[in-house]
T-cell receptor
């Protein structure tokens, strides 16, 4: 059974700081997802990656398939980045059908 | 934004009553999913659908049933609601499998008293 661990659970940063959130998983995967859950509850897909690195604005996601580890970085953090960041990988319950298993999330708070 | 609408957005009901949550999509995506989100847990899959009338169980399916009679609608039913089913429920859609992103609805906050 694939398991997902995220760290840290909670993170407080000052505006402008460089942020790193980590995700480890136990079973080899085809792709890993990073999602963002806004304080209002909405969930948005940020990245899906299977190798290397992807960048979108100030967000960078990296993955090391051999080490079963991914990181989400935020450069020049801003209070509007405050959210819960969630890592997800294919599940044993029909992973071939796109089913995902999710980490518990990292709650990020960026102070002005 | 992907066209996904969940209804109702909020509901309070009593133990033992039936409850149906609706997920409606306008994207013509093949795959649809129902999740629940609870404090201390990640999102957990309840049921999913890979086509009209094609559904299967997820990790936490006990006490829930689903139906998909049309591509655009995926219904989640609690036949006899219990307090342990108080949660926030999210619907998601995807047009593919392992390498496709999932797009989420805004969630339904359900309270069972």
């Amino acid at each position: 059974k694939n398991e997902v661990e995220q760290s840290p659970q909670n993170l407080t940063a000052q505006e402008g700081e460089f942020i790193t959130i980590n995700c480890s998983y136990s079973v080899g995967i085809s792709a890993l997802h990073w999602l963002q859950q806004h304080p209002g509850g909405g969930i948005v897909s940020l990245f899906m990656l299977s190798s290397g690195k992807k960048k979108h604005g100030r967000l960078i996601a990296t993955i090391n398939i051999q080490e079963k580890h991914s990181s989400l970085h935020i450069t020049a953090s801003h209070p509007r980045d405050s959210a819960v960041y969630i890592c997800a990988v294919p599940s044993n319950y029909g992973g071939s059908q796109g089913n995902l298993i999710f980490g518990k999330g990292t709650k990020l708070s960026v102070k002005p | 934004d992907a066209g996904i609408t969940q209804s109702p957005r909020h509901k309070v009901t009593e133990t033992g009553t039936p409850v149906t949550l609706r997920c409606h999509q306008t994207e013509n995506h093949r795959y649809m999913y129902w999740y629940r989100q609870d404090p201390g847990h990640g999102l957990r899959l309840i049921h999913y659908s890979y086509g009209v009338k094609d559904t299967d169980k997820g990790e936490v399916s006990d006490g829930y049933s689903v139906s998909r009679s049309k591509t655009e609608d995926f219904l989640l039913t609690l036949e006899s609601a219990t307090s342990s089913q108080t949660s926030v429920y999210f619907c998601a859609i995807s047009d593919g499998v392992e390498r496709s992103a999932q797009h989420f609805g805004d969630g339904t906050r359900l309270s069972i008293l």
